[in-house]
């Protein structure tokens, strides 16, 4: 949380009402509440066990934060359960590839956020190296784009039942026992629900008809120092391709 968030400005949490959308189990609640000084975090996320998590751990810290109004909620794809005009400032750290609608999102944040009201993004667009989020089954940057996505799932699926195969913490359940194998129940991203193999330009496309303004876009290419850093960086100015060399990218929208 702390690579994460210093890329973003203290000033638009310090003193001011925080959303924290897709929240999870809530790392960077937390981690906000205990290093800087919001008025307020809610928290908001539709999985009810990672809510229930984050709410234990909230118990468990709530002495070492400076921020004492931290909740966390638990909502669904209707819409957010907080009030309009209720946050200064709305988070969407790691999240955004998985709104499945996220043009009623944007419109829901629109209805949340105050008026000059900002959302801070971070977003790893799905034609990027790792877009698939498949990286622990498939290392292979741009898998989705040369084997296709049948190929993808058929081969997700035989390495997810494989019994050296190590499952993240986000294929167990509350008890810490292995999920179902996700990949033989569907053999596309949009079959699966997880990923809405949104691009750059059709999101922004939908944030302007939301009212949104785009204040900041800086696309990040991967490698962190020396010359693959640098390479990376050149790749980002390629016409047409440049998405496919963006590992992840750092938005701020005002209202």
């Known amino acids: 949380m702390r690579r994460s968030w210093v890329r973003f400005c203290d000033s638009d949490i310090n003193g001011r009402d925080v959303l924290d959308f897709g929240c999870g189990e809530g790392p960077l609640s937390l981690f906000l509440a205990k290093t800087r000084e919001p008025r307020s975090i809610v928290g908001v996320d539709i999985d009810a066990i990672a809510i229930e998590r984050a ?3 909230l118990e468990a810290e709530q002495a070492s934060l400076s921020t004492p109004d931290v909740r966390f909620v638990l909502g669904d794809t209707s819409g957010l359960p907080v009030d309009d005009a209720s946050a200064d400032t709305i988070l969407a750290f790691d999240c955004m590839e998985h709104v499945m609608n996220p043009q009623a999102i944007l419109a829901d944040w629109h209805r949340v956020l105050r008026p000059g009201g900002k959302v801070l993004i971070e977003w790893y667009p799905f034609k990027g190296p790792f877009g698939p989020h498949m990286a622990a089954l498939i290392p292979i940057p741009w898998a989705h784009v040369i084997f296709g996505e049948k190929a993808l799932f058929e081969t997700a699926a035989r390495l997810y039942d494989d019994p050296d195969y190590v499952p ?8 810490g026992k292995k999920l179902p194998n996700k990949w033989t129940q569907a053999s596309t991203f949009r079959e699966q629900g997880y990923l809405n193999e949104l691009d750059i330009p059709a999101f922004n496309r939908m944030v302007r008809d939301e009212g949104f303004r785009i204040v900041r876009q800086d696309n990040r290419g991967f ?3 020396g010359p693959k850093h640098a390479i990376g960086k050149a790749l980002l100015k390629l ?4 998405e496919y060399f963006i590992n992840y990218t750092l938005i701020e929208l005002q209202k």
């Open 55 to 57: 709410n234990r751990a």
């Open 168 to 175: 993240g913490h986000w294929d167990l359940d509350e008890h």
């Open 223 to 225: 490698g962190q120092s």
């Open 239 to 242: 016409p047409l391709i440049d």
